[in-house]
């Protein structure tokens, strides 16, 4: 029942760990805030769930559950794996150019998206061209209603593979126009399309892709 933040940390060698947050309900009001490592809380029935900033960035092992908002937000080069994200409006996103992994959490029955990419990847040319991908792997990503996985805003360098994804009404993997090109890796990903008008297999090119074929 905080107005702005359940807890909250600013450094990259904190650790929060354990905790059982809940009820920052005011807009914009966030759960867990903090760099270092976040690992284990339960987080529930806030506005926002929990929001993870820095390059350094552990978040793992939680329970992010029934948040108005988003469950995880992610930013920076930091690490999301091995949470249970279910019951938000979207499960885990990514902001604020994201270098980092999204690895092994299960995510399900979220309002939205099941896993929303947002300004992922970059291009540096420092002593030579190079690029940084974000890694989207063994996920399990369930989506009654709404996307599996949403790839939008500028998200350039995005590595999505060996990811279980259902989207029952809605896409399996959704990628915006913006985020086609320079580079999309999509391979080893099971992508469960149900016999329902509104189940699609993916979005590429302006256009649904409704059978593997298709989105091949």
């Given at each position: ?27 914009n ?30 978040v ?22 091995g ?5 938000n ?67 350039t ?13 809605g896409?399996?993997i ?5 985020s ?6 999509s ?6 399309r ?13 256009s ?9």
């Amino acid at each position: 029942d905080n107005t702005r933040y359940g807890i909250y940390s600013n450094s990259t060698t904190t650790q929060v760990i354990g905790n059982t947050v809940y009820g920052q309900t005011t807009a914009n009001a966030t759960g867990i805030s903090g760099s270092g490592l976040i690992i284990g809380n339960t987080v529930y029935g806030n506005y926002s769930g929990l929001t993870s900033s820095g390059w350094t960035t552990a978040v793992a092992g939680n329970r992010v559950f029934h948040n108005a908002a988003y469950g995880i937000s992610i930013t920076g080069a930091g690490t999301a794996s091995g949470n249970r994200v279910y019951s938000n409006s979207i499960g885990i996103q990514t902001v604020n150019q994201f270098l980092g992994r999204i690895e092994n959490n299960l995510v399900y029955a979220n309002a939205s998206q099941g896993i929303q990419v947002n300004n992922a990847g970059a291009t540096y040319s420092s002593p030579t061209t190079y690029h940084v991908w974000a890694q989207i792997n063994n996920n399990t990503v369930y989506q009654p209603v709404g996307d599996a996985i949403r790839i939008q805003t500028g998200s350039t360098y995005v590595s999505l593979q060996n990811n279980i994804l259902q989207a029952n009404a809605g896409y399996g993997i959704y990628v915006s126009a913006d985020s086609q090109s320079p580079g999309l890796i999509s391979d080893w990903n099971l992508l469960v399309r149900q016999n329902l008008p509104a189940s699609r297999t993916g979005f590429w090119g302006g256009s649904d892709r409704l059978t593997l074929a298709d989105w091949r």
